[in-house]
């Protein structure tokens, strides 16, 4: 077993006898890519319709377009969708359904996705290079070109499986060929490729040079405010559109990490950003702006400066600023993708902004797709998060609230992930990562849907030949295995302590003494950053009761405490134990989870398929020596640091 399948993998289902009664439009590209599905997973079409189940196709354009209904009556199946997406989700459905007996007779399923914007963000480089990517090269470009092949359909196809609805395929870090895009260069690539996405309800996006003027149009400005810089953005987004009726729109890192922005001319981010959604309007396109924007330069000296603050010093003051069609794209928390932050204050506060919620499933800090790491864990606690913004409806001021549009009226709302596939056979290096895929379209099309059941669809799905008793085991581990990284990586929410450049494996003092504003503080007292009212202030960015909860150690909660406070070693935690004493009991405890989780894919070992166990069995190996690591290096740091011995005498080197 090659994982090329991933979920989508129907090997071991009793082909299914089936016809369609009732066609529609059959030119459609939905309806097409709806037949060869069916047909991949069921086999031919035959024409004995007594004994198979007889399909019947319809739509109600009275639906939103991405909506559908089941309904079954005995081995009739009536489909209908507010469009040919819908019946395309309703398809994919179906034949999950299916597979997991769960369609009854006589049962009708109703369903509508609750987030509009259901969006991946590749960082998919020209040359073929991914950045943070972990399982091989770029799907979509190799040497410059953009590629298109069975691979890319098959692709779609599992987006469009968990609901996605846009993709950016350029990394947002533009450079080189990238920048050229946008011109007639690529634009017979770009309109197959979106074409080809069109027939799975998925939109092409694309990442922009903020600079374009000057290196393609020869300008010697970008200045968002200049009438040149103006009109020429105007005459190329009518000049892609012509070229790309079907294009989303772009996405913009701006002012960021080197990136070129509208500060090199003294103007704000809503004016730059404002430059691009005004081009982009008569073609109805989507303008994305992302707001992680900050100064890579600090001096670690310097206490005051907060990198966690940028974000929202940089766009609150700029909340109702930015044009109808602009979208500003957020990290979940104010850092960058760590294993625990708090989430972002801007969702507390911004009200008259539309908004996208950024996840990254590529596992830049999170194990890289060598450790096992269930994001589900995570962002189900980043959706139950209530933000207590004040412009949301009593109890609807949680992120899935702000996500689904329900808060308040007139937000515009969606989610982004940093995706994590590659050309790599499986997808997605390690086999076990194709979970957070499919779980991130899951929790996008539902943000309250249950992540455990989740995962254990996934398994099904995915592995379907294995035990109940082993699908049982993988379970466990997968749901644990969120916080069992966190435990033997950087403790109590302080983050980093990475190695610099990869980002795998720990350097504790590895961006200690740097310039990206990333720092522990540890001396022989204690660590962690101080963000309340007495440090960088970070805490009272957050609206009430929020701000009191962080702004206190005494409140703050524990997985976070670093993260909002220096604490001294000897500091007892809610959980009644010191933080040196957490220190050493998460990382012993987190390295030997990592350990049993080996031993156990070791005792499944029969029942798995030889190369799915190997595959996955080489990673464990390394997961195991690199939370070992962890725990040794982390251990050994602090110990020497604070000069306090463990009192359960385990060894520290
Ligand atoms: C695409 C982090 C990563 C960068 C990434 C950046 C971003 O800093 O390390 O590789 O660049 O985030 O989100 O823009």
């Known amino acids: 077993m090659d994982g090329y399948a991933a979920w989508l993998n129907y090997t071991e289902q009793p082909r299914q006898s089936w016809t369609i009664s009732q066609s529609l439009v059959p030119e459609d590209d939905c309806l097409k890519n709806i037949l060869a599905e069916l047909r991949q997973a069921w086999g031919a079409e035959s024409p004995q319709t007594e004994t198979g189940w007889q399909l019947i196709l319809r739509l109600n354009p009275l639906w939103g377009a991405e909506a559908y209904q089941i309904r079954r009556s005995g081995l009739q199946l ?149 009438p040149a810089v103006i009109s020429w953005w105007e005459h190329k987004v009518d000049e892609v559109y012509a070229a790309l009726p079907y294009l989303g729109g772009f996405l913009v890192k701006a002012d960021s990490e080197g990136r070129p922005g509208p500060f090199t001319y003294g103007r704000d981010q809503s004016q730059g950003a ?86 990254q499933l590529t596992q830049e800090y999170t194990g890289q797709q060598v450790d096992i790491c269930y994001l589900g864990s995570q962002w189900r606690e980043i959706l139950d998060f209530h933000t207590f913004n004040p412009a949301a409806r009593s109890g609807r001021d949680r992120i899935s609230d702000l996500l689904t549009q329900t808060a308040w009226p007139g937000l515009k709302a969606g989610i982004a992930a940093v995706a994590n596939t590659g050309n790599d056979r499986n997808w997605f290096g390690h086999d076990l990562a194709g979970l957070n895929y499919f779980a991130y379209g899951k929790l996008a099309w539902a943000p309250d849907a249950d992540i455990m059941a989740v995962a254990a669809d996934w398994i099904r799905l ?81 609206p009430e009761p929020l701000a009191a909860l962080y702004r206190s150690a005494e409140t703050c909660p524990d997985e976070l405490t670093l993260f909002f406070h220096y604490r001294r070693y000897t500091d007892q935690l809610h959980s009644g134990k010191t933080i040196i004493q957490h220190i050493y009991d998460s990382h012993f405890e987190g390295a030997a989870a990592a350990e049993a989780y080996w031993q156990t894919w070791r005792s499944l070992r029969s029942e798995l398929d030889p190369a799915l166990y190997a595959r996955v069995e080489r990673r464990l190996e390394r997961q195991t020596a690199n939370a070992r690591e962890w725990r040794d290096q982390i251990n050994s740091y602090f110990w020497r640091k604070s000069a306090i011995a463990d009192p359960k005498g385990r060894v520290i080197y």
């Open 78 to 226: 009536e489909l209908t969708g507010g469009s040919t997406v819908g019946l395309l989700y309703a398809c994919f459905d179906l034949l999950t359904r299916v597979r997991l007996n769960r369609l009854a007779d006589g049962q009708t399923i109703r369903e509508a996705p609750a987030t509009p914007l259901r969006m991946l963000n590749h960082w998919d480089n020209m040359d073929g290079s991914i950045e943070r990517g972990y399982a091989g090269r770029s799907i979509f470009f190799n040497d410059n070109r953009l590629l298109l092949n069975e691979r890319t359909r098959d692709y779609c196809r599992l987006a469009a499986s968990v609901g996605i609805n846009a993709v950016v395929i350029n990394n947002v870090n533009v450079s080189g060929e990238a920048s050229w895009l946008i011109s007639p260069r690529h634009y017979a690539a770009l309109a197959e490729l979106s074409q080809l996405m069109r027939g799975y309800g998925i939109r092409l996006l694309l990442s922009l040079d903020f600079a374009a003027p000057m290196i393609l149009g020869g300008l010697d400005s970008a200045d968002p405010l200049n």
């Open 274 to 359: 404002n430059l691009l959604g005004r081009a982009l309007a008569p073609h109805h396109g989507l303008l994305i702006w992302r707001a992680f924007v900050y100064n890579a330069q600090q001096d670690w000296r310097d206490h005051k400066t907060d990198r966690a603050r940028a974000a929202y010093d940089y766009f609150a003051p700029l909340d109702g600023h930015f044009a109808d069609n602009v979208y500003l794209q957020i990290k979940n928390g104010p850092m960058d993708f760590q294993v625990r932050e708090p989430v972002s204050p801007l969702f507390s506060r911004l009200r008259q902004t539309n908004l996208i919620l950024e996840l």
């Open 462 to 542: 995915t592995l379907p030949a294995i035990s109940e008793a082993t699908g049982q085991a993988l379970l466990q581990i997968l749901l644990t295995s969120w916080q069992t990284y966190e435990a033997y990586t950087a403790p109590l929410g302080i983050g980093w302590m990475v190695r610099p450049g990869t980002h795998y494996g720990p350097a504790v003092d590895g961006y200690e003494y740097d310039r990206w504003g990333t720092y522990h503080r540890a001396d022989h007292w204690g660590l962690g950053v101080e963000r309340g009212p007495q440090g960088t202030g970070f805490s009272e960015l957050y």
